[in-house]
């Protein structure tokens, strides 16, 4: 994936998130107390433990951009499996 800001290829990655991944829409700063929008759907497992989902991202440390493909999850042994693919092709 190329980098929105540079246009360089982008380093792929995972996002670990335990909770919830949440995104706040710029008009919610009108308002004195909002919510913020859970991209990863975790709900109510923000409030109780449970196991942490990874995300495919893409990562530009020159530009400090990190894009998540919020809509896919997976357990750790899957990220790890697809983790292990993406070293073996690369080299």
Same mark, same amino acid.
């Given at each position: ?8 290829e982008? +380093?792929?990655a995972? !996002?670990?998130?335990?909770e *919830?991944?949440?995104?706040?829409m710029? &008009? ?7 919510l913020?929008?859970?991209?990863? *759907?975790? *709900?109510l497992?923000?409030?109780?433990p449970?196991?942490? &989902? ?5 990562l530009? +440390?020159? !530009?400090?951009?990190y894009?998540? &493909?919020? *809509?896919?999850?997976m357990?750790h042994? &899957? ?7 993406i ?5």
């Amino acid at each position: 994936m190329k980098c929105p800001k540079c246009n360089n290829e982008m +380093q792929i990655a995972f !996002c670990n998130k335990a909770e *919830g991944l949440s995104c706040a829409m710029p &008009e919610k700063f009108d308002n004195f107390i909002f919510l913020d929008k859970d991209l990863s *759907g975790a *709900g109510l497992k923000k409030f109780f433990p449970h196991k942490a &989902e990874w995300h495919p991202a893409y990562l530009c +440390q020159d !530009c400090t951009i990190y894009v998540i &493909e919020y *809509g896919v999850s997976m357990n750790h042994k &899957e990220a790890e499996k697809k983790a292990k693919k993406i070293i073996k092709t690369s080299n």
